[in-house]
T-cell receptor, first 117, second 114 residues
């Protein structure tokens, strides 16, 4: 089974609208972390936001927020007031466990977001 | 405060040659992770190193691939006798410690095997 599933291969959104990028995950470990990364056309991986499994509140970073629904195992990224510069690939990733050797991230296949002027 | 530095950014190798990819972690970071990204796919974990030690290499192909992180100098990912299927983007990330909630990625090295 896929550990991280991103069901939207591509999305087109009008500038200034809000965007929700879906991510569901699969783990039996009670301790895990969820990450979102942005990869623009230039190729670098830019960290956006992090949510820990024990965090009581949804993570927020500026225009980015994470809609964390633990029972549904979903961690959707919400971008408010989208901008042209938000056009990029977006990857959801998970790190399982807190013990040694579990630092590696498992990535989804990504969603290509295109913002239309 | 420089970020994670990878070089070269682009590398072209003929089949059978060796590829050496370098990664200098952020200052103060002693944990390094290598990932590979095939076209139109997400990143796949390859190896996790601390200074002079390989901690987890469960994602490394058994042959032709090796990684090191010496006491002095950058981490090196080495691919011997490259084949066309090795063409990919190789990313390095670093963190201060294993409890860090974020790993900072470099800009990647795009390897093309011709």
């Amino acid at each position: 089974a896929q550990k991280i599933t991103q069901t939207q291969p591509g999305m087109f959104v009008q500038e200034k609208e809000a965007v929700t990028l879906d991510c569901t995950y699969d783990t039996s470990d009670p301790s895990y972390g969820l990450f979102w990364y942005k990869q623009p056309s230039s190729g670098e991986m830019i960290f956006l936001i992090y949510q820990g499994s024990y965090d009581q509140q949804n993570a927020t970073e500026g225009r980015y927020s994470l809609n964390f629904q633990k029972a549904r195992k979903s961690a959707n990224l919400v971008i408010s007031a989208s901008q042209l510069g938000d056009s990029a690939m977006y990857f959801c990733a998970m790190r399982e466990g807190r013990s040694a050797g579990n630092e590696k991230l498992t990535f989804g296949t990504g969603t290509r977001l295109t913002i239309i002027p | 405060n420089a970020g994670v530095m990878q070089n070269p950014r682009h590398l072209v190798r003929r089949r059978g040659q060796e590829a050496r990819l370098r990664c200098s972690p952020m200052k103060g970071h002693s944990h390094v992770y290598w990932y590979r990204q095939l076209p139109e796919e997400g990143l796949k974990f390859m190896v996790y190193l601390q200074k002079e030690n390989i901690i987890d290499e469960s994602g490394m192909p058994k042959e032709r691939f090796s990684a090191e992180f010496p006491k002095e100098g950058p981490s090196i990912l080495r691919i011997q006798q490259v084949v066309r299927g090795d063409s990919a983007a190789y990313f390095c990330a670093s963190s201060r410690n294993r409890e860090s909630t974020e790993a900072f990625f470099g800009q990647g090295t795009r390897l093309t095997v011709v």
